[in-house]
């Protein structure tokens, strides 16, 4: 089936540390989205890649970073910069001829101990 | 930052009841649409809109996109239990590229 899956579901990582989460999809997608999700907030963008190997920042990309390498791969790292990480984390992908139908994966939920 | 104004924040109905929430920006968007989220789980594109005054049906869901391109609608007849979730509208401008503006959601409870 096609789908865009993220991995794990949920992610403990220690103060300080980078992490990275995982986004691929199936769908022939050229365009992927991370958004980070805060409770009682809307859904900010991180950053955002309409191609392979290009890359663009978000609303909120301080603290974060991503690569392109492939078009159905999006990885995010969460680096030490990120002063809050405990989040739920989005990804999202969709048609460049049709960004506005933007489809998400399940989340993944990191919490910094 | 933040531009879509959601509301209201969060609902408590019965089951059968209608639901009405609704979006409003003081910028223009070219496109309005309505995600819902599932407790976990990633939002789902309910309904898309293009064009304004424009009123699309889903189902038991109907929404609409303002005539000043500013706002928009969703209504809900007839609740379910399963309609439980988070409703987030989302805008699109014709500026924005591919970026989406979300609204903050509306927690929706419905109690059998």
């Known amino acids: 089936d096609g789908g865009i899956t993220q991995s794990p579901k949920y992610l403990f990582r220690k103060e300080g540390q980078n992490v990275t989460l995982s986004c691929e999809q199936n769908l022939n997608h050229d365009a992927m989205y991370w958004y980070r999700q805060d409770p009682g907030q809307g859904l900010r963008l991180i950053y955002y890649?309409?191609?392979?190997?290009?890359?663009q920042k978000g609303d909120i990309a301080e603290g974060y970073s991503v690569s392109r390498e492939k078009k159905e791969s999006f990885p995010l790292t969460v680096t030490s910069a990120q002063k809050n990480p405990t989040a739920f984390y989005l990804c999202a992908s969709s048609l460049w001829t049709s960004t506005e139908t933007q489809y998400f994966g399940p989340g993944t939920r990191l919490l910094v101990l | 930052g933040q531009q879509l104004n959601q509301s209201p924040q969060s609902m408590f109905i019965q089951e059968g009841e209608d639901v009405s929430m609704n979006c409003t920006s003081s910028?223009?968007?070219?496109?309005w649409l309505w995600y819902k989220q599932d407790p976990g789980e990633g939002p789902v594109l309910l309904i898309a809109l293009y064009k304004a005054g424009e009123l699309t049906s889903n189902g038991r869901l109907t929404a609409q996109f303002g005539i000043t391109r500013k706002d928009s609608f969703l209504n809900i007849s007839a609740s379910i239990p399963s309609d439980v979730g988070i409703y987030f509208c989302?805008?699109?401008?014709?500026?924005?590229?591919?970026?989406?503006?979300f609204g903050e959601g509306t927690q929706l409870t419905v109690n059998p």
């Open positions: 989302a805008g699109q401008k014709e500026t924005s590229g591919s970026r989406l503006t």
């Open positions: 910028s223009i968007f070219n496109t």
């Open positions: 890649s309409q191609i392979v190997n290009d890359f």
